[in-house]
């Protein structure tokens, strides 16, 4: 089992950056594949990006392609989602989560673990 913790949210204006973490609880980190997703007010949970156990694929949705950088350091038992060029319409809850079975998924249903969501708030 494995926990998550997210931060690095908050409020920045259009154009800027922001670098959202992910830590994890547990030993086996690197054993799972691990994806961003994000909610906004009123719509359904989105992907955003996902890596798999060791870096060597990563793939993002079209929205954020170009803007977004998912990275991850197994030593630190951290995931890291770089996020360049924000937008208003990138304004959401962003969580993450974690899959047992190291797969490279999109479908929220695919993962097993989740943490409890840190808010990006992006101003126009």
């Known amino acids: 089992q494995v926990q998550l913790v997210e931060s690095g949210g908050g409020l920045v204006q259009a154009g800027g950056s922001l670098r959202l973490s992910c830590a994890a609880s547990g030993r086996t980190f690197s054993s799972y594949s691990m994806g961003w997703f994000r909610q906004a007010p009123g719509k359904e949970r989105e992907f955003v990006a996902v890596?798999?156990?060791?870096?060597?694929?990563?793939y993002y949705a079209d929205s954020v392609k170009g803007r977004f950088t998912i990275s991850r350091d197994n030593a630190k038992n951290t995931m890291y989602l770089q996020m360049n060029s924000l937008k208003p319409e990138d304004t959401a809850v962003y969580y993450c989560?974690?899959?047992?079975?190291?797969?490279?998924?999109?479908?929220?249903?695919?993962?097993?673990?989740w943490g409890q969501g840190t808010q990006v708030t992006v101003s126009s």
């Open positions: 989560a974690a899959d047992h079975r190291g797969r490279v998924a999109v479908a929220s249903y695919e993962y097993d673990y």
């Open positions: 890596i798999s156990r060791t870096a060597g694929i990563t």
